[in-house]
Protein backbone atom coordinates (compact mmCIF):
# COMPACT_ATOMS: atom_id res chain seq x y z
CA UNK A 1 0.00 0.00 0.00
CA UNK A 2 1.09 3.25 -0.87
CA UNK A 3 1.81 5.76 1.26
CA UNK A 4 -0.41 9.38 0.30
CA UNK A 5 0.38 12.95 1.60
CA UNK A 6 -1.41 14.37 4.29
CA UNK A 7 -3.35 16.65 2.18
CA UNK A 8 -4.26 14.56 -0.30
CA UNK A 9 -5.43 12.41 2.66
CA UNK A 10 -7.59 14.65 3.94
CA UNK A 11 -9.32 16.15 0.99
CA UNK A 12 -10.15 12.02 0.67
CA UNK A 13 -11.53 12.22 4.04
CA UNK A 14 -13.53 15.39 3.44
CA UNK A 15 -15.13 14.04 0.15
CA UNK A 16 -15.94 10.37 1.57
CA UNK A 17 -17.50 12.25 4.68
CA UNK A 18 -19.51 14.58 2.65
CA UNK A 19 -20.75 11.65 0.20
CA UNK A 20 -21.94 9.59 3.62
CA UNK A 21 -23.77 12.88 5.09
CA UNK A 22 -25.93 13.16 2.08
CA UNK A 23 -26.35 9.76 1.37
CA UNK A 24 -27.70 8.86 5.30
CA UNK A 25 -30.34 12.00 4.67
CA UNK A 26 -33.19 9.53 3.31
CA UNK A 27 -32.14 7.55 6.77
CA UNK A 28 -31.94 10.10 9.20
CA UNK A 29 -35.26 11.38 7.74
CA UNK A 30 -36.99 7.93 8.14
CA UNK A 31 -36.25 7.97 11.72
CA UNK A 32 -37.16 11.65 12.53
CA UNK A 33 -40.51 11.50 10.35
CA UNK A 34 -41.31 8.25 12.68
CA UNK A 35 -41.62 10.59 15.55
CA UNK A 36 -43.55 13.63 14.08
CA UNK A 37 -47.10 13.71 14.21
CA UNK A 38 -48.99 13.42 10.73
CA UNK A 39 -49.22 17.33 10.56
CA UNK A 40 -45.86 17.87 11.26
CA UNK A 41 -44.93 15.04 8.32
CA UNK A 42 -46.69 17.16 5.35
CA UNK A 43 -46.37 20.47 6.55
CA UNK A 44 -44.32 22.72 4.16
CA UNK A 45 -41.48 23.25 4.21
CA UNK A 46 -40.28 20.00 6.25
CA UNK A 47 -39.76 20.61 9.53
CA UNK A 48 -36.25 19.35 10.98
CA UNK A 49 -36.69 20.62 14.38
CA UNK A 50 -40.19 19.70 16.25
CA UNK A 51 -41.85 18.14 19.28
CA UNK A 52 -41.51 14.64 19.38
CA UNK A 53 -44.21 12.64 19.28
CA UNK A 54 -45.34 8.83 19.83
CA UNK A 55 -48.52 8.98 17.54
CA UNK A 56 -46.93 7.06 14.58
CA UNK A 57 -46.04 3.73 16.60
CA UNK A 58 -49.11 4.03 18.15
CA UNK A 59 -51.04 4.64 14.86
CA UNK A 60 -48.65 1.49 14.03
CA UNK A 61 -49.60 -0.90 16.35
CA UNK A 62 -53.25 -0.08 16.91
CA UNK A 63 -56.55 0.19 14.72
CA UNK A 64 -58.31 3.14 15.62
CA UNK A 65 -62.13 4.48 14.86
CA UNK A 66 -62.90 7.90 15.05
CA UNK A 67 -65.80 8.47 17.64
CA UNK A 68 -68.56 11.74 18.18
CA UNK A 69 -68.11 14.00 20.92
CA UNK A 70 -70.75 12.79 22.88
CA UNK A 71 -69.24 8.95 22.74
CA UNK A 72 -65.98 10.39 23.97
CA UNK A 73 -67.60 12.48 26.86
CA UNK A 74 -69.38 9.32 27.87
CA UNK A 75 -66.38 7.65 27.91
CA UNK A 76 -64.40 6.79 31.46
CA UNK A 77 -60.91 8.35 31.63
CA UNK A 78 -57.77 6.88 30.24
CA UNK A 79 -56.06 4.37 31.41
CA UNK A 80 -52.41 4.42 29.11
CA UNK A 81 -50.88 7.19 27.90
CA UNK A 82 -51.27 5.82 24.22
CA UNK A 83 -55.29 5.85 25.08
CA UNK A 84 -54.64 9.32 26.17
CA UNK A 85 -52.96 10.34 22.79
CA UNK A 86 -55.26 8.80 20.69
CA UNK A 87 -58.26 9.69 22.52
CA UNK A 88 -57.01 13.90 22.21
CA UNK A 89 -57.51 12.80 18.48
CA UNK A 90 -61.16 11.94 18.90
CA UNK A 91 -60.74 8.15 18.40
CA UNK A 92 -60.77 5.14 20.67
CA UNK A 93 -58.57 2.05 19.74
CA UNK A 94 -60.62 -0.54 19.19
CA UNK A 95 -57.74 -3.71 19.20
CA UNK A 96 -54.26 -4.04 17.48
CA UNK A 97 -53.24 -3.73 13.91
CA UNK A 98 -51.75 -6.64 12.34
CA UNK A 99 -48.15 -5.11 12.43
CA UNK A 100 -46.76 -6.72 15.29
CA UNK A 101 -48.26 -10.13 13.54
CA UNK A 102 -46.34 -9.40 9.78
CA UNK A 103 -43.52 -8.46 11.85
CA UNK A 104 -43.97 -11.93 13.61
CA UNK A 105 -44.10 -13.75 10.01
CA UNK A 106 -41.05 -11.99 8.91
CA UNK A 107 -38.71 -13.21 11.77
CA UNK A 108 -40.33 -16.90 11.86
CA UNK A 109 -39.98 -17.17 7.77
CA UNK A 110 -36.71 -15.40 8.04
CA UNK A 111 -35.14 -17.59 10.91
CA UNK A 112 -36.88 -21.10 9.26
CA UNK A 113 -35.33 -20.53 5.52
CA UNK A 114 -32.35 -19.55 6.88
CA UNK A 115 -31.61 -22.31 9.66
CA UNK A 116 -32.95 -24.99 6.33
CA UNK A 117 -30.27 -22.90 3.71
CA UNK A 118 -27.62 -23.18 5.81
CA UNK A 119 -28.24 -26.37 6.74
CA UNK A 120 -28.74 -27.83 3.45
CA UNK A 121 -25.92 -25.57 2.13
CA UNK A 122 -23.39 -26.35 4.68
CA UNK A 123 -23.81 -30.29 3.22
CA UNK A 124 -23.57 -29.54 -0.05
CA UNK A 125 -20.59 -27.30 0.25
CA UNK A 126 -18.71 -29.78 1.86
CA UNK A 127 -19.59 -32.18 -0.42
CA UNK A 128 -18.41 -30.28 -3.18
CA UNK A 129 -15.39 -28.97 -1.26
CA UNK A 130 -13.71 -32.46 -0.27
CA UNK A 131 -15.09 -35.19 -3.15
CA UNK A 132 -14.85 -35.60 -6.37
CA UNK A 133 -17.96 -35.32 -8.04
CA UNK A 134 -19.07 -35.78 -11.30
CA UNK A 135 -19.76 -32.83 -13.54
CA UNK A 136 -18.84 -30.35 -10.20
CA UNK A 137 -18.28 -27.51 -12.11
CA UNK A 138 -21.48 -27.52 -13.98
CA UNK A 139 -23.44 -28.51 -10.90
CA UNK A 140 -22.06 -25.42 -9.31
CA UNK A 141 -22.83 -23.35 -11.84
CA UNK A 142 -26.67 -24.85 -12.19
CA UNK A 143 -26.90 -23.92 -8.71
CA UNK A 144 -25.72 -20.28 -9.41
CA UNK A 145 -28.12 -19.77 -12.46
CA UNK A 146 -30.82 -20.81 -10.14
CA UNK A 147 -31.06 -17.19 -8.91
CA UNK A 148 -30.70 -15.79 -12.52
CA UNK A 149 -34.54 -16.37 -13.18
CA UNK A 150 -36.55 -13.19 -12.92
CA UNK A 151 -38.59 -14.02 -9.29
CA UNK A 152 -41.85 -12.75 -10.91
CA UNK A 153 -40.88 -15.82 -13.99
CA UNK A 154 -40.66 -18.07 -11.20
CA UNK A 155 -43.71 -16.55 -8.94
CA UNK A 156 -45.79 -18.22 -12.18
CA UNK A 157 -45.82 -21.51 -11.85
CA UNK A 158 -44.89 -21.07 -8.21
CA UNK A 159 -48.26 -20.10 -7.60
CA UNK A 160 -49.95 -22.58 -9.12
CA UNK A 161 -47.99 -25.64 -8.38
CA UNK A 162 -48.80 -24.25 -4.64
CA UNK A 163 -52.57 -23.72 -4.94
CA UNK A 164 -52.43 -27.44 -5.84
CA UNK A 165 -49.99 -28.43 -2.93
CA UNK A 166 -52.13 -26.16 -0.40
CA UNK A 167 -49.10 -24.50 0.52
CA UNK A 168 -50.00 -20.77 -0.53
CA UNK A 169 -50.06 -18.50 1.83
CA UNK A 170 -48.48 -20.81 4.59
CA UNK A 171 -45.16 -20.05 6.16
CA UNK A 172 -43.83 -23.51 4.98
CA UNK A 173 -44.28 -23.10 1.86
CA UNK A 174 -42.46 -19.52 2.04
CA UNK A 175 -39.80 -21.05 4.22
CA UNK A 176 -39.14 -23.68 1.44
CA UNK A 177 -39.50 -20.92 -1.52
CA UNK A 178 -36.73 -18.61 0.10
CA UNK A 179 -34.78 -22.05 1.55
CA UNK A 180 -34.57 -22.68 -2.61
CA UNK A 181 -33.56 -18.73 -3.87
CA UNK A 182 -30.67 -19.09 -0.91
CA UNK A 183 -29.47 -22.00 -1.23
CA UNK A 184 -26.85 -20.95 -4.40
CA UNK A 185 -25.71 -18.11 -1.91
CA UNK A 186 -25.42 -20.73 0.80
CA UNK A 187 -23.07 -23.38 -0.88
CA UNK A 188 -21.01 -20.84 -2.90
CA UNK A 189 -20.16 -19.05 0.33
CA UNK A 190 -19.95 -22.20 2.42
CA UNK A 191 -17.76 -24.07 -0.21
CA UNK A 192 -15.30 -20.79 -0.18
CA UNK A 193 -15.27 -20.97 3.59
CA UNK A 194 -14.40 -24.65 3.84
CA UNK A 195 -12.08 -24.81 1.26
CA UNK A 196 -10.02 -22.77 3.28
CA UNK A 197 -10.30 -25.02 6.27
CA UNK A 198 -6.93 -27.79 5.50
CA UNK A 199 -8.21 -31.00 4.71
CA UNK A 200 -5.15 -32.84 7.11
CA UNK A 201 -7.40 -32.00 10.20
CA UNK A 202 -10.26 -34.37 8.83
CA UNK A 203 -7.39 -36.79 7.59
CA UNK A 204 -6.04 -36.73 11.06
CA UNK A 205 -9.34 -37.45 12.78
CA UNK A 206 -9.65 -40.34 10.11
CA UNK A 207 -6.64 -42.27 11.01
CA UNK A 208 -7.85 -41.67 14.99
CA UNK A 209 -11.21 -43.82 14.20
CA UNK A 210 -13.75 -40.98 13.23
CA UNK A 211 -15.50 -41.73 10.89
CA UNK A 212 -16.39 -39.31 7.52
CA UNK A 213 -19.65 -37.93 9.39
CA UNK A 214 -17.85 -37.53 12.67
CA UNK A 215 -14.75 -35.45 11.27
CA UNK A 216 -17.62 -33.15 9.49
CA UNK A 217 -19.48 -32.61 12.77
CA UNK A 218 -16.19 -32.28 15.02
CA UNK A 219 -13.59 -31.41 13.43
CA UNK A 220 -14.72 -29.51 10.21
CA UNK A 221 -18.08 -27.57 11.59
CA UNK A 222 -16.03 -25.82 14.48
CA UNK A 223 -13.76 -24.46 12.39
CA UNK A 224 -15.93 -23.02 9.72
CA UNK A 225 -18.31 -21.80 12.56
CA UNK A 226 -17.57 -17.84 11.47
CA UNK A 227 -18.40 -18.60 7.93
CA UNK A 228 -21.46 -20.17 8.59
CA UNK A 229 -22.47 -17.48 11.04
CA UNK A 230 -21.63 -14.72 7.97
CA UNK A 231 -23.40 -17.00 5.68
CA UNK A 232 -26.68 -17.49 8.48
CA UNK A 233 -26.67 -13.47 8.62
CA UNK A 234 -26.65 -13.23 4.40
CA UNK A 235 -29.52 -15.43 4.10
CA UNK A 236 -31.60 -13.73 6.73
CA UNK A 237 -31.18 -10.63 5.56
CA UNK A 238 -32.35 -12.00 2.04
CA UNK A 239 -35.23 -13.36 3.31
CA UNK A 240 -35.85 -10.74 5.40
CA UNK A 241 -35.95 -7.87 2.63
CA UNK A 242 -37.64 -10.07 0.43
CA UNK A 243 -40.75 -8.44 -1.27
CA UNK A 244 -42.14 -10.13 -4.95
CA UNK A 245 -42.62 -13.25 -3.39
CA UNK A 246 -44.48 -12.25 -0.67
CA UNK A 247 -47.01 -9.93 -2.09
CA UNK A 248 -47.75 -12.53 -5.13
CA UNK A 249 -47.86 -15.74 -2.73
CA UNK A 250 -49.07 -14.77 0.65
CA UNK A 251 -52.53 -12.51 1.54
CA UNK A 252 -54.04 -13.23 5.19
CA UNK A 253 -51.84 -15.76 7.25
CA UNK A 254 -48.17 -15.82 5.81
CA UNK A 255 -47.37 -12.05 5.17
CA UNK A 256 -44.40 -10.57 5.90
CA UNK A 257 -43.60 -6.94 6.55
CA UNK A 258 -42.38 -5.59 3.29
CA UNK A 259 -45.95 -5.95 1.68
CA UNK A 260 -47.81 -4.62 4.68
CA UNK A 261 -45.92 -1.10 5.08
CA UNK A 262 -46.64 0.42 2.13
CA UNK A 263 -50.35 0.39 2.88
CA UNK A 264 -50.57 1.19 6.46
CA UNK A 265 -53.26 3.74 5.69
CA UNK A 266 -54.32 7.03 7.82
CA UNK A 267 -57.16 9.34 7.67
CA UNK A 268 -56.65 10.74 4.12
CA UNK A 269 -53.88 8.35 2.88
CA UNK A 270 -50.78 6.55 3.48
CA UNK A 271 -50.00 7.46 7.46
CA UNK A 272 -46.46 8.68 6.87
CA UNK A 273 -45.51 8.73 10.77
CA UNK A 274 -46.84 4.98 11.46
CA UNK A 275 -44.72 4.03 7.81
CA UNK A 276 -41.76 5.87 8.81
CA UNK A 277 -42.04 4.05 12.35
CA UNK A 278 -42.95 0.34 10.58
CA UNK A 279 -40.03 1.24 8.48
CA UNK A 280 -37.64 1.83 11.24
CA UNK A 281 -38.60 -1.23 13.19
CA UNK A 282 -37.63 -3.02 10.14
CA UNK A 283 -34.90 -1.79 8.39
CA UNK A 284 -33.06 -1.39 12.42
CA UNK A 285 -32.16 -5.25 12.76
CA UNK A 286 -30.02 -4.89 9.08
CA UNK A 287 -28.43 -1.45 10.48
CA UNK A 288 -26.89 -3.77 12.80
CA UNK A 289 -26.07 -6.90 11.02
CA UNK A 290 -24.47 -5.06 8.33
CA UNK A 291 -22.19 -3.82 10.98
CA UNK A 292 -21.92 -6.96 12.54
CA UNK A 293 -20.67 -8.22 8.98
CA UNK A 294 -18.53 -5.97 7.67
CA UNK A 295 -15.59 -7.85 7.89
CA UNK A 296 -17.62 -10.37 5.29
CA UNK A 297 -19.81 -8.37 3.31
CA UNK A 298 -17.59 -8.38 0.09
CA UNK A 299 -17.48 -12.44 0.30
CA UNK A 300 -21.10 -12.02 0.61
CA UNK A 301 -22.27 -9.75 -1.80
CA UNK A 302 -19.66 -11.48 -4.74
CA UNK A 303 -20.87 -14.76 -3.93
CA UNK A 304 -17.60 -15.61 -2.95
CA UNK A 305 -15.73 -14.47 -5.94
CA UNK A 306 -14.15 -11.45 -4.02
CA UNK A 307 -12.09 -13.33 -0.79
CA UNK A 308 -9.92 -9.81 -0.08
CA UNK B 1 -20.68 -42.31 -3.20
CA UNK B 2 -20.52 -40.57 -0.06
CA UNK B 3 -20.71 -37.26 -1.85
CA UNK B 4 -24.29 -37.84 -3.22
CA UNK B 5 -25.82 -37.93 0.59
CA UNK B 6 -24.10 -34.15 1.20
CA UNK B 7 -25.25 -32.82 -2.21
CA UNK B 8 -28.30 -34.40 -3.14
CA UNK B 9 -30.11 -32.95 -0.88
CA UNK B 10 -29.94 -29.58 -2.22
CA UNK B 11 -30.42 -30.77 -5.92
CA UNK B 12 -33.44 -32.33 -4.90
CA UNK B 13 -34.84 -29.26 -3.24
CA UNK B 14 -34.10 -26.94 -6.20
CA UNK B 15 -35.63 -29.21 -8.92
CA UNK B 16 -38.35 -29.40 -6.94
CA UNK B 17 -38.69 -25.45 -6.74
CA UNK B 18 -36.52 -24.38 -9.40
CA UNK B 19 -36.37 -26.87 -11.96
CA UNK B 20 -39.89 -28.09 -12.39
CA UNK B 21 -41.78 -25.00 -12.12
CA UNK B 22 -39.41 -23.71 -14.83
CA UNK B 23 -40.23 -26.98 -17.31
CA UNK B 24 -44.01 -26.32 -16.34
CA UNK B 25 -43.92 -22.56 -17.22
CA UNK B 26 -42.19 -23.61 -21.17
CA UNK B 27 -45.11 -26.01 -21.09
CA UNK B 28 -47.29 -23.37 -20.34
CA UNK B 29 -46.06 -20.99 -22.44
CA UNK B 30 -47.51 -22.90 -25.43
CA UNK B 31 -51.16 -22.96 -23.97
CA UNK B 32 -53.65 -20.59 -23.57
CA UNK B 33 -53.92 -21.06 -19.86
CA UNK B 34 -55.32 -19.06 -17.92
CA UNK B 35 -54.44 -19.73 -13.90
CA UNK B 36 -57.71 -17.32 -12.34
CA UNK B 37 -59.93 -19.87 -14.51
CA UNK B 38 -58.92 -23.16 -13.81
CA UNK B 39 -61.98 -24.98 -14.94
CA UNK B 40 -61.82 -23.61 -19.13
CA UNK B 41 -60.22 -25.35 -21.18
CA UNK B 42 -56.83 -25.48 -22.21
CA UNK B 43 -55.35 -25.54 -25.68
CA UNK B 44 -52.46 -26.03 -27.38
CA UNK B 45 -51.09 -22.44 -29.30
CA UNK B 46 -47.76 -23.74 -30.82
CA UNK B 47 -45.78 -20.62 -30.72
CA UNK B 48 -48.46 -18.06 -31.03
CA UNK B 49 -47.45 -16.71 -27.46
CA UNK B 50 -43.61 -16.01 -29.04
CA UNK B 51 -45.11 -14.27 -32.19
CA UNK B 52 -47.34 -12.48 -30.45
CA UNK B 53 -44.30 -11.34 -27.63
CA UNK B 54 -42.10 -10.98 -30.10
CA UNK B 55 -44.33 -8.73 -32.55
CA UNK B 56 -45.62 -6.60 -29.88
CA UNK B 57 -44.88 -3.18 -29.76
CA UNK B 58 -45.25 -2.95 -26.36
CA UNK B 59 -42.49 -5.16 -25.43
CA UNK B 60 -40.21 -3.39 -26.64
CA UNK B 61 -41.16 -0.23 -25.09
CA UNK B 62 -40.57 -2.06 -21.92
CA UNK B 63 -37.20 -2.90 -22.57
CA UNK B 64 -36.22 0.23 -23.72
CA UNK B 65 -37.74 1.48 -20.23
CA UNK B 66 -35.27 -1.64 -18.47
CA UNK B 67 -32.48 -0.88 -20.48
CA UNK B 68 -32.30 2.78 -20.13
CA UNK B 69 -32.57 1.68 -15.87
CA UNK B 70 -29.78 -0.65 -16.32
CA UNK B 71 -27.58 1.72 -18.44
CA UNK B 72 -27.67 4.85 -16.39
CA UNK B 73 -27.69 2.91 -12.83
CA UNK B 74 -24.56 1.39 -14.00
CA UNK B 75 -23.09 4.48 -15.15
CA UNK B 76 -23.76 6.63 -11.84
CA UNK B 77 -22.55 3.86 -9.66
CA UNK B 78 -19.68 2.65 -11.75
CA UNK B 79 -18.66 6.41 -11.87
CA UNK B 80 -19.22 7.38 -7.75
CA UNK B 81 -18.38 3.42 -6.47
CA UNK B 82 -15.38 3.44 -8.42
CA UNK B 83 -14.34 7.22 -7.00
CA UNK B 84 -15.32 6.70 -3.62
CA UNK B 85 -13.00 3.37 -3.63
CA UNK B 86 -10.03 5.44 -4.84
CA UNK B 87 -10.71 7.87 -2.20
CA UNK B 88 -11.12 5.68 0.56
CA UNK B 89 -7.95 4.08 -0.54
CA UNK B 90 -6.38 7.06 0.77
CA UNK B 91 -6.39 5.36 4.33
CA UNK B 92 -7.48 8.56 5.87
CA UNK B 93 -8.03 8.98 9.98
CA UNK B 94 -12.04 7.13 10.36
CA UNK B 95 -12.13 5.87 7.33
CA UNK B 96 -13.49 2.46 8.20
CA UNK B 97 -16.17 3.92 9.77
CA UNK B 98 -17.29 6.23 7.40
CA UNK B 99 -16.83 3.01 4.61
CA UNK B 100 -19.80 1.14 6.80
CA UNK B 101 -21.93 4.21 7.37
CA UNK B 102 -21.74 4.43 3.50
CA UNK B 103 -22.55 0.47 3.16
CA UNK B 104 -25.99 0.61 4.85
CA UNK B 105 -28.66 1.62 1.97
CA UNK B 106 -27.51 -1.58 -0.06
CA UNK B 107 -28.19 -3.81 2.84
CA UNK B 108 -32.20 -2.26 3.05
CA UNK B 109 -35.45 -3.54 1.97
CA UNK B 110 -35.92 -2.20 -1.30
CA UNK B 111 -39.48 -2.33 -1.47
CA UNK B 112 -39.49 -0.69 2.11
CA UNK B 113 -36.83 2.05 0.82
CA UNK B 114 -39.44 2.46 -2.25
CA UNK B 115 -42.15 3.11 -0.80
CA UNK B 116 -40.74 5.72 1.56
CA UNK B 117 -38.41 7.64 -1.27
CA UNK B 118 -42.17 8.52 -2.45
CA UNK B 119 -42.38 10.37 0.84
CA UNK B 120 -39.08 12.12 0.10
CA UNK B 121 -40.05 12.50 -3.76
CA UNK B 122 -43.08 14.40 -2.51
CA UNK B 123 -43.88 17.93 -4.76
CA UNK B 124 -45.04 19.82 -1.66
CA UNK B 125 -43.56 18.32 2.00
CA UNK B 126 -40.69 16.28 0.21
CA UNK B 127 -37.34 16.74 1.54
CA UNK B 128 -35.77 16.11 -1.76
CA UNK B 129 -37.74 18.68 -3.55
CA UNK B 130 -37.18 21.06 -0.47
CA UNK B 131 -33.32 20.88 -0.99
CA UNK B 132 -33.30 20.99 -4.38
CA UNK B 133 -35.48 24.28 -4.26
CA UNK B 134 -32.76 25.66 -1.54
CA UNK B 135 -30.07 25.72 -4.71
CA UNK B 136 -31.96 26.25 -7.24
CA UNK B 137 -35.27 27.70 -8.01
CA UNK B 138 -36.90 24.53 -9.55
CA UNK B 139 -40.79 25.81 -8.57
CA UNK B 140 -42.98 23.09 -7.61
CA UNK B 141 -42.42 19.12 -9.55
CA UNK B 142 -42.57 16.16 -9.37
CA UNK B 143 -40.19 13.79 -9.55
CA UNK B 144 -42.04 10.26 -9.64
CA UNK B 145 -45.53 12.08 -11.64
CA UNK B 146 -43.40 13.79 -14.80
CA UNK B 147 -42.63 11.36 -17.55
CA UNK B 148 -39.40 13.11 -18.13
CA UNK B 149 -38.47 12.69 -14.59
CA UNK B 150 -39.61 9.28 -13.22
CA UNK B 151 -36.95 7.35 -15.40
CA UNK B 152 -34.07 9.41 -13.52
CA UNK B 153 -36.18 9.18 -10.33
CA UNK B 154 -35.67 5.26 -10.12
CA UNK B 155 -32.15 5.52 -11.95
CA UNK B 156 -31.24 7.85 -8.54
CA UNK B 157 -32.98 5.84 -5.79
CA UNK B 158 -30.69 2.54 -7.29
CA UNK B 159 -27.68 4.51 -7.50
CA UNK B 160 -28.66 5.83 -3.87
CA UNK B 161 -28.82 2.24 -2.44
CA UNK B 162 -25.75 0.25 -5.21
CA UNK B 163 -23.16 2.65 -4.72
CA UNK B 164 -22.33 1.07 -1.87
CA UNK B 165 -21.97 -2.19 -3.81
CA UNK B 166 -19.68 -1.10 -6.22
CA UNK B 167 -17.89 0.49 -4.27
CA UNK B 168 -17.43 -2.16 -1.61
CA UNK B 169 -16.16 -4.71 -4.72
CA UNK B 170 -13.88 -1.89 -5.93
CA UNK B 171 -11.79 -1.42 -2.94
CA UNK B 172 -10.49 -4.96 -2.88
CA UNK B 173 -9.20 -3.45 -6.21
CA UNK B 174 -6.32 -1.78 -5.49
CA UNK B 175 -5.02 -3.48 -2.48
CA UNK B 176 -3.94 -6.20 -4.98
CA UNK B 177 -2.16 -3.94 -6.60
CA UNK B 178 1.54 -4.36 -5.39
CA UNK B 179 3.47 -1.78 -4.43
CA UNK B 180 6.63 -2.10 -6.67
CA UNK B 181 4.42 -1.35 -9.80
CA UNK B 182 3.85 2.26 -8.42
CA UNK B 183 7.61 2.78 -7.40
CA UNK B 184 8.99 1.05 -10.80
CA UNK B 185 6.73 4.40 -12.42
CA UNK B 186 7.92 6.89 -10.32
CA UNK B 187 11.56 5.82 -11.16
CA UNK B 188 10.07 6.21 -14.97
CA UNK B 189 8.43 9.82 -14.07
CA UNK B 190 5.14 8.69 -15.08
CA UNK B 191 2.81 11.56 -14.45
CA UNK B 192 -0.15 10.38 -12.00
CA UNK B 193 -2.29 10.48 -14.11
CA UNK B 194 -0.47 7.85 -16.48
CA UNK B 195 -0.18 5.65 -13.76
CA UNK B 196 -3.64 5.27 -13.24
CA UNK B 197 -4.05 4.46 -16.85
CA UNK B 198 -1.93 1.95 -16.98
CA UNK B 199 -1.64 0.68 -13.68
CA UNK B 200 -4.69 1.41 -11.42
CA UNK B 201 -7.12 1.14 -13.57
CA UNK B 202 -6.05 -2.31 -15.45
CA UNK B 203 -6.04 -3.84 -11.99
CA UNK B 204 -9.22 -2.92 -10.98
CA UNK B 205 -11.23 -3.35 -13.82
CA UNK B 206 -12.02 -7.06 -13.24
CA UNK B 207 -13.13 -5.85 -9.99
CA UNK B 208 -15.79 -3.30 -11.51
CA UNK B 209 -16.70 -5.58 -13.84
CA UNK B 210 -17.30 -8.10 -12.09
CA UNK B 211 -19.59 -5.89 -9.42
CA UNK B 212 -21.30 -4.09 -13.10
CA UNK B 213 -22.22 -8.26 -13.79
CA UNK B 214 -23.78 -8.66 -10.30
CA UNK B 215 -25.93 -5.27 -10.45
CA UNK B 216 -26.70 -5.63 -13.97
CA UNK B 217 -28.42 -8.90 -13.68
CA UNK B 218 -30.28 -7.74 -10.45
CA UNK B 219 -31.58 -4.66 -12.43
CA UNK B 220 -32.57 -6.39 -15.42
CA UNK B 221 -35.20 -8.48 -12.61
CA UNK B 222 -35.74 -5.01 -11.04
CA UNK B 223 -39.28 -5.30 -9.29
CA UNK B 224 -39.36 -4.41 -5.73
CA UNK B 225 -38.19 -1.02 -5.52
CA UNK B 226 -39.05 0.82 -8.42
CA UNK B 227 -42.95 -1.01 -8.30
CA UNK B 228 -43.23 0.74 -4.56
CA UNK B 229 -41.68 3.87 -6.15
CA UNK B 230 -43.50 4.51 -9.24
CA UNK B 231 -45.76 1.19 -10.06
CA UNK B 232 -44.49 1.59 -13.37
CA UNK B 233 -45.97 5.40 -14.34
CA UNK B 234 -46.38 7.93 -15.30
CA UNK B 235 -47.94 5.98 -17.86
CA UNK B 236 -45.62 3.09 -18.62
CA UNK B 237 -42.52 5.18 -18.60
CA UNK B 238 -41.21 3.50 -15.71
CA UNK B 239 -42.97 -0.02 -16.17
CA UNK B 240 -39.57 -2.45 -16.42
CA UNK B 241 -39.71 -5.73 -17.85
CA UNK B 242 -40.65 -7.61 -14.20
CA UNK B 243 -43.37 -4.94 -13.50
CA UNK B 244 -44.95 -5.61 -16.64
CA UNK B 245 -44.28 -9.13 -16.35
CA UNK B 246 -46.34 -9.11 -13.00
CA UNK B 247 -49.33 -7.18 -14.44
CA UNK B 248 -49.75 -9.40 -17.29
CA UNK B 249 -49.86 -12.40 -14.82
CA UNK B 250 -51.54 -11.33 -11.86
CA UNK B 251 -53.68 -8.72 -12.92
CA UNK B 252 -54.88 -9.35 -16.39
CA UNK B 253 -54.09 -13.53 -15.37
CA UNK B 254 -52.75 -14.25 -19.48
CA UNK B 255 -50.69 -17.22 -18.14
CA UNK B 256 -49.65 -18.51 -21.26
CA UNK B 257 -49.08 -15.52 -22.25
CA UNK B 258 -46.75 -14.34 -19.60
CA UNK B 259 -44.93 -17.65 -19.10
CA UNK B 260 -43.42 -17.21 -22.65
CA UNK B 261 -42.28 -13.34 -21.44
CA UNK B 262 -40.71 -15.26 -18.45
CA UNK B 263 -38.96 -17.08 -20.36
CA UNK B 264 -37.91 -15.19 -23.03
CA UNK B 265 -36.59 -12.66 -20.29
CA UNK B 266 -34.88 -15.98 -18.32
CA UNK B 267 -33.07 -16.52 -21.86
CA UNK B 268 -31.77 -13.00 -21.96
CA UNK B 269 -30.69 -13.00 -18.92
CA UNK B 270 -28.82 -16.04 -19.08
CA UNK B 271 -27.19 -15.14 -22.82
CA UNK B 272 -26.15 -11.89 -21.86
CA UNK B 273 -24.78 -13.05 -18.57
CA UNK B 274 -22.65 -16.11 -20.50
CA UNK B 275 -21.28 -13.71 -23.02
CA UNK B 276 -20.16 -11.03 -20.42
CA UNK B 277 -18.31 -13.57 -18.10
CA UNK B 278 -16.42 -14.76 -21.57
CA UNK B 279 -15.25 -11.54 -21.75
CA UNK B 280 -14.56 -10.88 -18.05
CA UNK B 281 -12.37 -14.18 -18.27
CA UNK B 282 -10.32 -12.48 -21.58
CA UNK B 283 -10.38 -9.18 -19.30
CA UNK B 284 -9.23 -11.39 -16.53
CA UNK B 285 -6.34 -13.41 -18.36
CA UNK B 286 -4.73 -10.16 -20.08
New interface residues.
Given amino acids: MREHSGLSKTLAGVLVALYALIALIPLVWILLTGFKTPGDAISYPPTVFFEPSMEGYVNLFTSRSRQTPEYMASLPPPETWYERLVRSRNMVITGPSRFAERYMNSVIIGFGSTFLAVFLGTLAAYGFSRFKVPLKDDLLFFILSTRMMPPIAVAIPIFLMYRELGLSDTHLGMILLYTSVNISLAVWLLKGFIDEIPREYEEAAMVDGYTRIQAFLRVVLPQAKTGIAATAIFCLIFAWNEYAFALLLTSGNAQTAPPFIPIIIGEGGLDWPAVAAGTTLFLLPIVFFTIFLRQHLLRGITFGAVRK | M ?6 L ?3 L ?2 L ?7 I ?2 IV ?1 SFTNYR ?1 NQPGREVKWVGTRNYERLLSSEDIWGYLQATAHFVCWSMFFQVL ?1 GFG ?1 AL ?2 N ?6 AT ?16 G ?3 T ?2 Y ?1 P ?4 FN ?2 INFFIDAGTFSMIGEVALAPWAIVMVDT ?1 MW ?1 P ?1 VM ?2 C ?2 GP ?1 SIP ?1 YL ?1 EAAEVDRASKLRQFWSITLPMVLP ?1 LM ?1 AVL ?1 RG ?1 EN ?2 M ?2 MVV ?1 LTSGGPGSTTEL ?2 IN ?2 RE ?2 EKWR ?1 GY ?2 AF ?2 L ?2 LT ?2 GL ?1 NIYVKFLNKVKER
Avoid at chain 2, 90 to 95: A, D, I, S, T
Fill in positions: VAWIFIPTILLAINIFPLWALALLLIRQFKGHWTTLILLPMMLSPAVVTFWYIQQAGIYIWTYLILARDYFLFIFKFDEASLKAFTSSAILFVFG
